[in-house]
């Protein structure tokens, strides 16, 4: 079971870790949204030039999956080091990698300055910040989750989510109010730099907190105790095969469709139907600044009626909205953008996030957690939020501007999220601690998981030496 912090500054701990982990967030999807809104307008001009618009937009979202593809192994890597030293000094680490690799970004010569060399530079600083921002969702969803009371850990953890709408809304803000007030051609030429200049303003602020904040106590608990695992990524892989594959599976509809809400609608809006984009970006500051408030909102649903029902219902949602989403946004209409905006962001995708991260989190025992979750979030948003612009797009050129196979793809993975989830059952409340179950419950003979790919609901016998407890030493919540 959780356990708390001291009475006398347990609320203020938890307080502070929440928000220096919200702000943490904030900064890993203010580097990514700010580069993928950036690589929609400008990008194509200034590292591709050489290239058709829609096949330049094409590279320069390759450029940005591969900031995603490298962030399993930045999930892996620093989950392990995060399950055997601490969640506190990895967080300060990988916040560290992103922005810095943002401040780099708006420093890089275009491809007129130095050519090749341009893109090849932007790869690299992309993998950096893929590597640092796989192991950064962890550590910060798991610091407040292992702060907060269990019964509260929806809620809680859902702020900790606040930061990604919050890290679209602050860079697309900038990047609306510079094209709204700068002359004419002046953002695609040197004024998009600016956003990626001032995140060391947010990395600053975000460092200084993340310093002052103390372990997390499950974590300094399970050290004290000698049940540090020394291979994390191997546990989880062979404890709990099923459980790693379905909650990926359940992870990408809600990457996915996240950056097909403003990413390729974008694209769309401004590429195929030719209209100005101030219109549909000011939509997405709306619907960002709505999903600030939704998610604890759904956070807290999902404490009271549980984690599984109000995610499957949020992906069951977005597949029923993807052609009246597509729909609204062909009218050219600003009223219609921040409908399906508020609709697809605000609603679909609060439902699923805000719920996401205790039951994502639960699915594993605090020694292993953080790569638990890691390899789960960062796989899962690989396959989805990064493969999602390129599908989107090149379905949008393979179908000549239309987005009729867009809808296939985004109803697709509703489902197959929503299927998922279901299998998801011991997300829905705290693993027990094995030392508190009756010492009389049978072991199970083989040690097998269950059929749905949790935890089989054992005990089985303790394992010698000083050695933690494996994976499987856990009951499946009912």
Known sequence: MPVPAPPSDSRASLRKVVTASALGTTVEYYDFTLYATTAALVFDKVFFP????????????????????????????????????????????????????????????????????????????????????????????LMALEYSPSSRQGFFTSLVHIGTPAGVL???????????????????????????????????????MRLNITESPEFV?????????????????????????????????????????????????TTELDLPKGPVLLAVLIACAVECCTLPLFGALSDRVGRRRVYIAGAAFQALLAVPFFLLLQTGQFWAYVLGMTLGLGIGHGAMYGAQGALFSNLYPVNVRYTGLSVTQQIGATLGGGLSPLIGTALL????????????YCVGVAVVSGLAATRLRSGEAPAPDPRTVAPHLPAAPDGTAAPDGTAAPTVPAASTGTAAPTVTERTQAP
């Open 50 to 141: 050489d290239a058709s618009p829609l096949i330049g937009t094409l590279a320069a979202f390759a450029t940005y999956f591969v900031g995603y593809a490298a962030r399993p192994l930045g999930g892996i890597v620093f989950g392990h080091f995060g399950d055997r030293l601490g969640r506190k000094n990895i967080l300060v680490i990988t916040m560290l990698m992103m922005g810095l690799g943002t401040f780099a970004i708006g420093l890089l010569p275009s491809y007129d300055s130095i050519g090749i060399a341009a893109p090849v530079l932007l790869v690299l600083i992309r993998l950096i910040q893929g590597l640092g921002m796989g192991g950064e969702y962890g550590g910060g969803v």
């Open 221 to 269: 608990k399970m050290r004290k105790e000698r049940e540090v695992q020394s291979l994390p990524v191997r546990e989880v892989l062979t404890r709990q095969p099923g459980t790693v594959a379905y909650s990926i599976l359940a992870k990408i509809a809600e990457s996915g469709l996240f950056n097909i809400y403003y990413v390729v609608a974008i694209t769309y809006v």
């Open 170 to 208: 602050i860079p697309v803000g900038l990047v609306s109010a510079l094209d709204g007030v700068l002359p004419a051609g002046a953002y695609d030429s040197w004024a998009w730099r600016l956003p990626f200049l001032a995140s060391i303003l947010l990395v600053g602020v975000g460092i200084w």
């Open 397 to 408: 050129s393979a179908s000549g501007g239309h987005w009729s196979w867009l809808i296939v």
